[in-house]
Nanobody, 114 residues
């Protein structure tokens, strides 16, 4: 059984920064892909960023240049550094991992507001 546990969400002013972390635990060797999705009220869940085992990354156009995804494969941990946050970044952020199937974290709230 695999569990994903996120941390690092919170309230921040526009222009501020937050760093999300997600640790994958359980009996497995390595996650093929780890990443972050987000869902704002009334909106569909969307990909924010992902990173593969080899280090290839993928970003949503809306966060390119502001967010950076990284991972520590030995610790099965993925990070999302979010800079220059905007009000429209407000959402619940979900950690995602592809191992033998898709796994999801419980979500962490990010609120950008003055």
């Amino acid at each position: 059984q695999v569990q994903l546990v996120e941390s690092g969400g919170g309230l921040v002013q526009p222009g501020g920064s937050l760093r999300l972390s997600c640790v994958a635990s359980g009996t497995f060797f390595s996650a093929n892909v780890m990443g972050w999705y987000r869902q704002a009220p009334g909106q569909q869940r969307e990909l924010v960023a992902s990173i593969a085992t080899g280090g290839n990354t993928n970003y949503a156009d809306s966060v390119k240049g502001r967010f950076t995804i990284s991972r520590d494969s030995r610790e099965n941990t993925v990070y999302l550094q979010m800079n220059s946050l905007k009000v429209e970044d407000t959402a619940v952020y979900y950690c995602h991992a592809v191992i033998d199937q898709d796994y999801w974290g419980q979500g962490t709230q990010v609120t950008v507001s003055s």
